[in-house]
């Protein structure tokens, strides 16, 4: 197949995940005559975060009350459900249960409280450990909070529906697709990379452009923004999976009492869609953006994070914290002593090595995380540039903030043509 012969975009998305599916189903949804481009560089969508997360749909509780986050995630939630019912995907509400072990954590699981009602979650208690065993008879814990509406879903399902949407709506998809260089102006000039069919080699124009990246969120907006004052750092996490013939002793999710410096640490258990029970995931530097193994190595990238100012500045502060993660990298027995202060009866022999997602984090370059999500727009570009947890769960509605932050400087009142 040759390559098209008009090259000339209303709107490329860069990112076939969640995020930037969502974004594409938005756009036509309120602009159906766009001639919208999603380029993606991997053979198939959702090839990252999107495709290696813990598939819960959040509630909402943990986030600073008034943040993106907040404001996406309720919201989102409800979104979720209902886009899921809709199209058929299947999606469960096992609720979730955030338990504090001992006296020391409570002031925080109360804090945790508090922020959940201020957010608008529904159905939160908080429980003793009677009702603690009633939900889950395993679990551990003097108190905890019971989340009932929080669910599980597979997000790729999610991503492969919105991709139905986007082509219903006569929108493309570019796989195997890679955004080289982006030139700001009007329109916007992409340099494309790829090699496969449909034929996208060389340079496509745009009105407008929006990058949803993920892991190379920095790269795509440093491409536009040269002073762009953050750095993506990949922090890998591994699961275990529980044997079949445990996967009965966890009914839902039981996750630890977040520690506000470290708001994705602590492992968790959580039952799957598909039945599977995972554990995990922990925390440790990834030594590539895409590195799911321990020995996945890209020198290159690794330089970029040890090079950066943010990155010493962080590990000089949380050193202890990371070389434990490390360790319980390492040692599978350390990993399951940690489990077992939540489950006190699993035993390392009842792991089976499960799957690995890796996290974009945004760093500054004072070494703070970005703990909110972070979408710069100017112009005719928007970036996304920070979409962490809940993204997925949140990704309908963020994706509407995008669209609705954007149509005020693209100038979409009309619909575009080309
Ligand atoms: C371990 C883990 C557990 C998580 N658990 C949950 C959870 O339970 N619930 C929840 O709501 N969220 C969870 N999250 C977060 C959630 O998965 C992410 O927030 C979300 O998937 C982000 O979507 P995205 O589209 O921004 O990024 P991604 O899914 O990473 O997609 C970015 C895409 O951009 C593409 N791309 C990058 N650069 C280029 C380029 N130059 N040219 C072309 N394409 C490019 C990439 O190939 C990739 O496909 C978790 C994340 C991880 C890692």
Known sequence: MTRPANTQYDLVIVGAGIVGLATAREFLIRYPRLRLLVVEKEQHIAAHQTGHNSGVIHSGIYYAPGSLKAKTCVEGSARMKQYCQEKGIKYELYGKLIVALDESELPRLDNLYKRGLANGVQGLEVVGPERIKEIEPYAAGIKAIWSPNTGVVDYKQVAAAYVKDIKDAGGEIALECRVESIKPGTPVTLQLAGSFEPFWQGEITTKYLVTCGGLHSDLLA?????????????????????????????????????????PFLGVHFTRLISGEVKAGPNAVLAFAREGYGRRDINWRELGEVLTYPGFWKLAMKHWQMGAMEMYRDYVKAAYAKELQRYMPEITADDLL???SGVRAQALARDGKMVDDFLIRHSKNIVHVQNAPSPAATASLVIADSIVNEAQQDFELQQPATV
Do not use: A, C
Not at 225 to 246: A, C, M, S
């Open 353 to 355: 090595p499960g799957p």
């Open 222 to 262: 440093s491409m536009t923004t040269p002073d762009n004052n953050v750095q993506i750092i990949p922090f890998r996490g591994d699961y275990y999976l529980l044997k079949p013939e445990k996967r009965q002793m966890v009914k839902g999710m039981i996750y630890p009492v977040p520690d506000p410096r470290f």
